[in-house]
Nanobody, 124 residues
Framework: QVQLVESGGGLVQAGGSLRLSCTASGRTFSSRAMGWFRQAPGKERQFVAA????????HYADSVKGRFTISRDNAKNTVYLQMNSLKPDDTAVYYC?????????????????WGQGTQVTVSS
């Protein structure tokens, strides 16, 4: 099992920034692709960003490209999501997820482990 704990959410004004963190514990963090997803009330879970084990491959949803950056520090078992130029449409619960493999994916059923989520609210 891999346990994932997100932090860093909160309330921010439009145009502001937040950095989310996701720390893993339990089974090895190595050789796992990681991803961030979000879910707004009444909407389906939506892909945000993903990163390979080495960090050499990343993938972003079009809606966040150029504003969000995913990164990881494997020595700290932590993945980050830097969110800049936030918009009210970014308001959602953000979830961290891990795969058993190192292949990044934007498809949430491909992910095997999930955190509990952290709320991000962007006011206009």
């Amino acid at each position: 099992q891999v346990q994932l704990v997100e932090s860093g959410g909160g309330l921010v004004q439009a145009g502001g920034s937040l950095r989310l963190s996701c720390t893993a514990s339990g089974r090895t963090f190595s050789s796992r692709a990681m991803g961030w997803f979000r879910q707004a009330p009444g909407k389906e879970r939506q892909f945000v960003a993903a990163i390979s084990w080495s960090g050499g491959m990343t993938h972003y949803a079009d809606s966040v490209k150029g504003r969000f950056t995913i990164s990881r520090d494997n020595a700290k078992n932590t993945v980050y999501l830097q969110m800049n130029s936030l918009k009210p449409d970014d308001t959602a619960v953000y979830y961290c997820a891990a795969r058993r493999t190192d292949y990044i994916s934007s498809y949430h059923p491909d992910y095997d482990y999930w955190g509990q989520g952290t709320q991000v609210t962007v006011s206009s």
